[in-house]
Each structure stands twice: as structure tokens, then as C-alpha cells.
């Protein structure tokens, strides 16, 4: 979402990197080209004035001008504003002192709240919560039942006492009661029920899923505000598209104003638009993004921080949350059992290397994770032509093979390579370009089990151990060889002999134990008592 954004603003920082010192015709430039960055985003106007008028001030002062690297000290006083606009702290969920927590979700229709609510509770259950979804939207057709399948993937129970609005209106005879049900529901009623159920059965969580509109009008905003009276939430989370751009930021403002909320989730955060109400909704309201919805499925979730998210926006990377992602995918057990067969010197084989694929496969999309590396801007284009099926390929490959050839790869032959890419659907070539791989992957993993688990080259550092460099043993034999000049091995072979006449002359005299050898007389040594006999006294 936020690549256009993240490329302009790269350019400008390079520009200005280029530049010893920054004068006050430099820092404005800088200031407009961000200025005009922000407002293409659809960034709200008030908030753009304000962002652009710290930063100026912030440029100008003593900060920057008597810095080392003035134009680095530029980039992380943007990095800290962007972060003051995106909230400053991550904001944790509140929980109820006295379950349960009662979460109410509002917002527009299209939103995404239905399936929020279903992502929220699995991010829930995983920490241990046992959450309860409520479906209260009875006006929008289908909204219970797509609750319900939401609630079942995530393994979380829905508490739906009425079926909702159907699509099929008064077409048919059970549409038609199914139409009178929905008219005489109460959402207010299904609110207060569904938090008396949860305290009944004893959830500890219980996620309010109410109806929205396709905009802002009164019977809206009082229905929502009934359900807040009736359920008194620990937290109203208000949804909003991060498409909408600049229609955000109203929406926002109107439903503070009408029904009040303490956070903000942002959905369609994977989408194309410009990304403008994220910079814009915290800013405004003044109340933080406390989550952000990714994509599809329900575990594209995550919590909002700030900080990371104005490093994505400036190319810097998310490096944290890409190591959260992989501490939950990997196995600790797989890890420690495949350092424990590097460190006893055993090769890393293709079963290894599709475990491995595997469990980088169970972190998310690859384009997401590659993402969220440092200075991966500069190859957006070729993450985006990256095919998420790879992984499968490499699976279908592997697979094809029997447990001699992943043991041993050097046996694959061109008939056996035929068998395997006839096996596996793919072609010679993507077979061979797959050892081709994992030969460099195994050599990798070599060189980091002799330097003892370091990357290569590590062991090559004073106090790393490892072998000796190339560089250092040819040094050495340099110091040790004999000129080719005569005067100058003359004169080497005088300073040698200085130095054997001045070295000591017994064993241990270099540790302070005496210099002439010392003869011990063998009548003055003690022996233990029984050793006489073997020395025929």
C-alpha cells in the first residue's frame, strides 16, 4: 500500500545523501518533495501541515546542523515523526479486571468487520484467550452466517440466536420467514445475550459484531450507540478501509463524535490504494491503531506498532516482525535437532532442505517477508514477479526422489534427473537448478559447522578459531623466507644468530625457571613406597 509513498521518499533522501552539508535552500527542498509525497498519499491536509512544519523546524536546529552526517540525521527525524503521526507507542488490548472483555467492532459496511471479528478471535485464542463471537449485524443478508464460517475456521463458537437478513428477500416461502425473523430481531437484545452467555460458560473474551452502513446516517449511529449502552465494551474498535483515502478520516471523525471508540483497526492494508487514512486516522482522532488486517486469510493479522510501520513506509525493513513470524512457524525441536546433526558433523541432505522450505512456507508469503528487509524497495518489481508456487515446485521435486538420491544428490544422473522432473511435472532444467541450490545451501552449512555455527568467514577473526587465512599464511612464509639479495641474507643470518645466542638455553627458562640446565642427582629423588623394586634397589 504504501510503495509509491516509500519510493518518492527514497528519492529524496538519496538526493540529499549526496550532499556534505545541508543549507537552509536544501532542507526546504527536502520539506516540499515531502510535502508533495504525503499529499499524493491522500495524507489529511491538517496533518500534512503539521508533519511538514516539525520536521522543518526540527532540520534547522542545532540537531542536524552539527551532526556528522546531517543528511542521515534528516531521515531519522522523519523516521520519528512518522512515527508521532502513526500513534508514537504500540497500544496492547485492555482487558476487563472481572471477565469477561467485551470487544465491540463498528464501522462502515465493506469494511471488513465480519471478518476482523473472526481473525481478532483466532489471535486471541492463540494466547490463550477463549473468545466468543456475537453476530448483532441482523440487517445485512448473510452477515450471520458469514460469521459463523468465519468463527468456525478460526475454531472460536458464534452465539447467533437469529438467523439475520437473507439475500433471498420474499422470493421464496423460507425466505419470506426468514425475513419476518430478521425484522422482528433485536440486535440490542443479541448484544446483552451474547455477553450473558459468555459469562455463562465462562469466556473469557466476547467480540460484538455489529451492523454497519454503506455511509454515516442517524438510525447507524444510534443502533451502535445502543449496543455500547446495553453491552458497556472494554474496548470499541472502530474499523475502516485504508482504501477509502481521505473518506476515512470523516468517517472516523463521525463516528467519535456519535458513538465514541478507544482504537482503531485498519483492514485492506494488502491493497493498492495510497494509504493516506493510515497516516491520517491516528493523527485525527487522536486515538491509536491498535491492529491491522493483511490479506485473506485469517492469520494475515497483526498487531499495529508504529515505529515498524515507519520503517516499512522508509525502506528500512520490519526485521522484528519478520523474526515473530518465524518464531512461530519454526520448530524449536527441528532447530535444535538440526544443529545438533551440523555440530556432530553430519550433511544437511534435500529431507533437510524441504523441511526447511516447508516451515518458511508456514511464515506467510514470500513477497511479504522479503518485503520487510531492509532496502528491498529497490527490487519491488522482482519481489512482485516472484511466484508463490516455487515452494511447491521444490516440494514436488524432492518428493519425486527416492531416499538414496535426497541422501546423496552427487548419484543423479541425466536419466534419473528425466525420472524425477517426469515424476514431479516440472522439466530437467528446473531439476538441475534445484541442486544447483542445494549445493550451495549444503556448502553454506559446512562452512558454518567448521567456524562452530558462525557464518564463513567468521573464523578467520583473532580469538574465532578456524583456519588461517590465505592472506595471513602467505605472510608468514614471507617473514620466514630468505631474501634473494646476498647482503640482505647476510645480514638476516647475523640477526638470527643474535637471536638463537640470546635465546635461553634450558627448557622453561622463558617462564622464569632458571637459565642453565640443572642435572638432578638420582640418590636425592623420593620415590613413593614400593617403586624401589622396579628400580632394582
Known amino acids: ?37 504525503l499529499l499524493d498519499a491522500d495524507v489529511a491536509v491538517p496533518v500534512v501541515r503539521e508533519f511538514s512544519s516539525t520536521v ?60 476482523l471479528a473472526g481473525k481478532l478471535a483466532l489471535h486471541l485464542r492463540e494466547q490463550g484467550h477463549t473468545p466468543l463471537l456475537v453476530a448483532a449485524d441482523l440487517q445485512r443478508p448473510n452477515a450471520v452466517t458469514q460469521l459463523q464460517v468465519v468463527g ?16 433471498e428477500g420474499e422470493q421464496t416461502e423460507e425466505g419470506r420467514r426468514w425475513w419476518e425473523r430478521s425484522k422482528k430481531a433485536d440486535p440490542v437484545k443479541v448484544a446483552r ?43 470499541t474498535l472502530f474499523v475502516v478501509d485504508a482504501m477509502i483515502g481521505q473518506d476515512a478520516v470523516t468517517t472516523a471523525q463521525a463516528f467519535a ?12 492494508l494488502d491493497g493498492d490504494a495510497r494509504g493516506g487514512a493510515a497516516l491520517s486516522v491516528a493523527s485525527v482522532t487522536g486515538q491509536p491503531i491498535m491492529y491491522a488486517s493483511t490479506g485473506e486469510k485469517l492469520t ?21 516482525t519478520l523474526i515473530e513470524q518465524a518464531q512461530k512457524a519454526f520448530d524449536a525441536e527441528q532447530a535444535e535437532a538440526m544443529a545438533g546433526k551440523l555440530a556432530a558433523g553430519e550433511d544437511f541432505t534435500l529431507d533437510d532442505f524441504l523441511v526447511q522450505m516447508q516451515q518458511l512456507r508456514q511464515m506467510g508469503s514470500m513477497k511479504k517477508m522479503l518485503g520487510m528487509l531492509p532496502g528491498m524497495g ?56 534445484l541442486l544447483e541450490r542445494f549445493a550451495g545451501a549444503q556448502k553454506m552449512m559446512r562452512q558454518m ?11 578467520n577473526l583473532p580469538g574465532m578459531g578456524g583456519k588461517k587465512s590465505k592472506g595471513r599464511q602467505q605472510a608468514q612464509r614471507k617473514v620466514k623466507g630468505r631474501s634473494g639479495n646476498p647482503a640482505k641474507r647476510a645480514q638476516q643470518e647475523r640477526e638470527a644468530s643474535q637471536r638463537r645466542e640470546a635465546a635461553p638455553s634450558a627448557p622453561g627458562s622463558a617462564f622464569g625457571l632458571g637459565g642453565a640446565q640443572q642435572k638432578a642427582d638420582p640418590s636425592k629423588v623420593e620415590l613413593p613406597p614400593g617403586m624401589e623394586k622396579f628400580l632394582g634397589r
Not at 449496543?227 to 474496548?235: N, S
Not at 494475515?300 to 522484528?320: K, N, T, W, Y
Open 257 to 268: 463524535e456519535g458513538v465514541g471508540f478507544t482504537g482503531v483497526v485498519l483492514s485492506k
Open 300 to 320: 494475515d493479522f497483526e498487531v499495529f506498532h508504529p515505529d515498524r510501520m515507519a520503517s516499512r513506509i522508509l525502506d528500512m525493513g520490519d526485521v522484528m
Open 56 to 115: 522543518r523546524e526540527r532540520a534547522l536546529s542545532a540537531e542536524v546542523s552539527q551532526a556528522l552526517n546531517p543528511a542521515q540525521q534528516v531521515v531519522s527525524i522523519v523516521h520519528e515523526e512518522l512515527i508521532a503521526i502513526l500513534g508514537g507507542q504500540q497500544r496492547a488490548l485492555r482487558l476487563a479486571k472481572n471477565p469477561p472483555t467485551v470487544i465491540l467492532l463498528a464501522g462502515l459496511q465493506g469494511a471488513g468487520k465480519t471478518t
Open 193 to 235: 445475550d451474547g455477553v450473558e452467555e459468555a459469562r455463562t460458560k465462562l469466556h473469557d473474551v466476547v467480540i460484538v459484531d455489529t451492523a454497519g452502513r454503506l455511509g454515516v446516517d442517524a438510525e447507524m449511529m444510534q443502533q451502535a450507540a445502543d449496543i455500547r449502552d446495553a453491552v458497556q465494551p472494554d474496548e
Open 449 to 459: 559447522a567448521k567456524s562452530g555455527g558462525m557464518p564463513p568467514g567468521m573464523g
Open 378 to 433: 529497490q527490487m519491488r518489481e522482482a519481489i512482485e514477479n516472484f511466484d508463490e508456487r516455487e515452494v511447491d515446485r521444490i516440494e514436488a521435486i524432492v518428493r519425486s526422489m527416492t531416499p538414496a538420491e535426497r541422501e546423496a544428490p552427487k548419484i543423479i544422473n541425466g536419466s534419473r534427473r528425466a525420472r524425477i522432473a517426469k515424476g514431479s511435472g516440472t522439466t530437467a532444467t528446473d531439476v538441475n537448478q
Open 1 to 37: 500500500m504504501f510503495a509509491t509513498l516509500s519510493d518518492r521518499l527514497s528519492a529524496t533522501f538519496k538526493n540529499l545523501r549526496t550532499k556534505g552539508r545541508l543549507s537552509e535552500a536544501d532542507i526546504d527542498a527536502t520539506i516540499r518533495e515531502i510535502r508533495r509525497a
Open 152 to 167: 468456525e475456521r478460526a475454531g472460536v463458537p458464534v452465539f447467533a440466536p437469529h438467523p439475520g437478513a437473507s439475500d
